[in-house]
């Protein structure tokens, strides 16, 4: 039946090797209904579960130690035929029980106790980890929330041994041989685990496992004490060879999953490839990457801080799918757009980023004005947007835009000014505190030094292939980036300020999606341990799709959101045009892939809907899911089935296939002159404004994500729906 979605569940431990006799329980996520229970067979896998496309449901595993059932992973029922792997962050040996001998050894549990004057943040640098990791770890909703003597979990890195090499030139690179032994790692395991915790996210790097029979015979030493804690031999070192028939009704062809990294590792660890130059560009803020097509010992720690900070997950140093599909998913979720408004050169009297002059005197220097700012310096700015709003969160900082970008030789003489970094190679930044200008000192100085120095491994002083910062006084007294933080890479090599480096358009800046890169190298098999099986339809806008299936969870989130948006008018008219607004923007979202592929990622998007994930003086929700259905209202409901219902008959979206929409007489007088005002303009004469007075919402799409835009699509609701 073409409605129907046939799904098969496998639990892997963290090195990827199935789990059996595991206890498990599904569970519609909606009604609460069971589903299916049983044990894992030797493939990790449970019992086929066969539901209408769009079901949500719950997956729940049992504590190997005799604990209770808890929920590990959620998954929609959204194709024919799919594949949910879950990962335990545990690794499961097929172990000899040895006598015991008594405690030996010098083995101590990796475990902190909160003490009086702790945070998260100086436990984390402490114990060379980061709050995002400990966050995971011990499943800390709060991060300024922990309390003396609390015990903090502490994280032991599974070194990966995929060993791949990139072959588009030859390689004159060496192996890292940084990893820590195979025993080293065992004596660092958390002995005190004993249950399975929530699974995590398929982007961990499950296909470069240590090799199994070797792993086994150094690790026989070390385990009197895992026998004295009740370990038990829990797995068999089997390699995973899922393969199934046709479905049943459907007649499609069921997928093939093979673990082709145990076979055959797919990470790159050496070489020299455009791929490898395109992922040293997007790390620049994550360790001070140079922008070479060669794989360094530099590109190993930055991938290892990426993996550390942004992903959450082991550390491996090595190019895999689980890193790229990561990077494309930071690629959206720290746009560059808001800033840019000051970023070329303001004189009118060039292009916006020079004439290409080269070689002229400026002073004591040599103008030299490139054709773009260099790539580098965007992703510096994402890096920094992203450890402000994460890991340095309790700060209240926050990139405000960029002050002063591009600056060609004509803008010099009209200030009176000989210095050249602006030409292409510098940027000054603005920050907001608590949504507000801060000129602080102290604000520019913990940037400076907890961002840029300690996370970039910038400097203030000029040191080859540095990033420089401008410090708040030059060693000659004079005062420097006192208000503001300046950044540059003047000081790269020549060879990383070729032109082929220096863009002058936000998509070039960014660069192309690796999803896609990948798909023109043929070279889909890296992508193998991403979790992403079909790149085409994982990837904004690359496949054409004529419909959007709804769940009723989807439409209940739309509900939430849909009444936290609008303004409840008397006027039937302006109700209406808002609300519709609001539910189509969501619908087009989903089909754009931009914020994610459903419903529920594109509405718990950061700050997008202002009560969900907005700013904290909102005193938003955090999640959808936390917003009671008990605070949407009947017309709202009402509406919104009404309106899905048409949409589904064939009605038209009242605002195309748009995906914004703003207010300027709520927006800051930044983003009014940068952006909201023309936005505002163009929806004007689209038609595209809903609502009265100042309560109105501008639709349009900003230029950023235009290329996003989704083809015309049709809803379909559930089978026999009627409203909620």
Known sequence: MKNKSLATVQILDLLGNPISKVQYEVKNSTTGQHVVHGSTNSKGCIYEIQRDKGTVLDIYIKSLFGGGMKKVQTFTMSKDRILVTVISPKILLDLKTVENKGSQGSYKRKTHTV??????????????????????????????????????????????????????????????????????????????????????????????????????????????????????????????????????????????????????PQCISQGKSELIREVNIRLAGF???????????????CIKQFQRDYMGVPETGKICGSVLAALDKFYYEYPISNFMAKASCPCGQCSGYGNNRRGVKSGLNTANEYPGLHRS?????????????????????????????????????????????????????????????????????????????????????????????????????????????????????SIYREDIYFKNNISDLNGELFRRNILKMKKESLFSCSGIINLSDRSPSEKIMDKLDLSEQDIIDIMKVTETEIIKFKTEKYFYEQAAGVVDTILNRVKSGVWGSSVRSVVNAHRQFSKITGPQNLKPYGLVQKMPMSAVSARIRNFVNTYLIERAKGKKSIIGEHLNYANKYYS?????????????????????????????????????LRKYIPKPFKIVLPENFKGI
């Not at 029979?213 to 068999?236: D, F, M, R, V």
């Not at 803008?411 to 510098?426: E, F, I, P, Q, S």
């Not at 909201?676 to 163009?682: E, P, T």
């Not at 809903?690 to 309560?695: E, L, P, S, V």
């Open 668 to 704: 800051d007088e930044y983003n009014r002159k940068t952006w909201v005002n023309n936005f505002h303009d163009q929806a004007e004469k689209e038609g595209l404004i809903f609502g009265n007075g100042k309560a109105i919402h501008a639709h349009g799409t900003v230029e950023e």
């Open 115 to 264: 003490k009086k004057g702790e945070t998260l943040s100086s436990i984390a640098q402490q114990h060379h980890t980061t709050v995002r990791m400990l966050e995971r770890l011990n499943g800390i909703k709060d991060t300024n929330k922990i309390s003396i003597g609390q015990i903090i979990k502490l994280p032991v890195n599974m070194p990966a041994t995929g060993n791949n090499t990139s072959t588009e030139r030859k390689s004159n690179s060496q192996k890292d041989n940084s990893q820590k032994t195979q025993l080293q790692q065992i004596e660092e395991s958390k002995k005190e685990d004993k249950k399975i915790d929530k699974g995590i996210p398929t982007t961990t790097n499950k296909g470069t496992a240590v090799i199994f029979e070797e792993y086994q015979k150094k690790a026989l030493g070390q385990l009197n004490e895992w026998y004295e804690e009740g370990k038990k031999t829990l797995s068999e070192a089997v390699k995973i060879d899922f393969k199934e028939g046709r479905s049943q009704e459907g007649g499609t062809p069921k997928t093939n999953t093979t673990n082709l990294c145990e076979k055959n």
């Open 377 to 493: 310096l965007i992703w510096i700015l994402k890096a920094l947007n992203f450890y402000l709003k994460n890991e340095f969160k309790s700060k209240n900082l926050e990139v405000a835009y960029i002050e002063s970008g591009y600056r060609c030789i004509e803008d010099n003489k009209k200030k009176g000014r000989t210095t050249v970094n602006h030409m292409g190679l510098a940027l000054d930044i603005h920050v907001n505190k608590n949504g507000k200008r801060t000129k602080a000192e102290s604000d520019m100085e913990f940037i400076r030094k907890s961002i840029f120095i300690s996370k970039m491994k910038a400097s203030e002083q000029r040191i080859d292939n540095k990033i420089y910062l401008e410090p708040k006084k030059f060693n000659n007294g004079s005062l420097g980036a006192d208000t503001w933080v300046h950044f540059d890479v003047t000081r790269f090599f």
């Open 287 to 301: 360790g001070g990457a140079l922008p070479t097509d060669e794989f360094t010992p530099l590109t190993v720690e």
